[in-house]
T-cell receptor, first 108, second 117 residues
Framework: GQSLEQPSEVTAVEGAIVQINCTYQ??????LSWYQQHDGGAPTFLSY????GLEETGRFSSFLSRSDSYGYLLLQELQMKDSASYFC?????????FGKGTRLHILP | DGGITQSPKYLFRKEGQNVTLSCEQN?????MYWYRQDPGQGLRLIYY???????QKGDIAEGYSVSREKKESFPLTVTSAQKNPTAFYLC????????????????FGPGTRLLVL
């Protein structure tokens, strides 16, 4: 089947770096996307990896390795406002598949 | 300001009742999408539309219907056939259908919470 696996929760300290992993059991997809969702809010697009490697956007970076069926989102210089859920997603066969999300807790 | 609006913010449905969730965008996007999110879960695609008067089923279309009579509007009807409709419903749009592939950013509306009485 097709599925994306993410840790359900991750905890980190303000100012630190945290990595949220996403592993998948599907192939032939276009790329890996990441979205951020605050409690009660709508998801907002963070990044998209069409090719293997690292994409950097400010404090956020995203990585994809198709050979390892693995990707991650890296958040640097964590701020309290980064407390949210983070979803990875792939598109395959005319459908989009979301992971169940990782809840990021940030400690002061 | 350009964006996506959804209404109402909260909606209550009685047994056997059809309800319609509104989604409007003024971003001039061709593609629009409806997702369902259950607590602690990711988003699941209900329906999507690439262009006016055309739409396709997503993963969980049963019990739902949509229309796309205007480019800016993509209402979702939750029918009585949907036996477990309580969820957070999100509408999204992108410039074109590559938004599904992640190549074009999807923009989300604020969502509608549907509750069953």
């Amino acid at each position: 089947g097709q599925s994306l696996e993410q840790p359900s929760e991750v905890t980190a300290v303000e100012g630190a770096i945290v990595q949220i992993n996403c592993t998948y059991q599907t192939s032939g997809f276009y790329g890996l996307s990441w979205y951020q969702q605050h409690d009660g809010g709508a998801p907002t697009f963070l990044s998209y990896n069409a090719l293997d490697g690292l994409e950097e956007t400010g404090r956020f970076s995203s990585f994809l390795s198709r050979s390892d069926s693995y990707g991650y989102l890296l958040l640097q210089e964590l701020q309290m406002k980064d407390s949210a859920s983070y979803f990875c997603a792939v598109y395959r066969d005319d459908k989009i598949i979301f992971g169940k999300g990782t809840r990021l807790h940030i400690l002061p | 300001d350009g964006g996506i609006t959804q209404s109402p913010k909260y909606l209550f449905r009685k047994e056997g009742q059809n309800v319609t969730l509104s989604c409007e965008q003024n971003l001039n996007h061709d593609a629009m999408y409806w997702y369902r999110q259950d607590p602690g879960q990711g988003l699941r695609l209900i329906y999507y539309s690439q262009i006016v008067n055309d739409f396709q089923k997503g993963d969980i279309a049963e019990g739902y219907s949509v229309s796309r009579e205007k480019k800016e509007s993509f209402p979702l009807t939750v029918t009585s056939a949907q036996k477990n409709p309580t969820a957070f419903y999100l509408c999204a749009s992108s410039i074109d259908l590559t938004g599904l592939a992640g190549q074009e950013t999807q923009y989300f509306g604020p969502g509608t919470r549907l509750l069953v009485l």
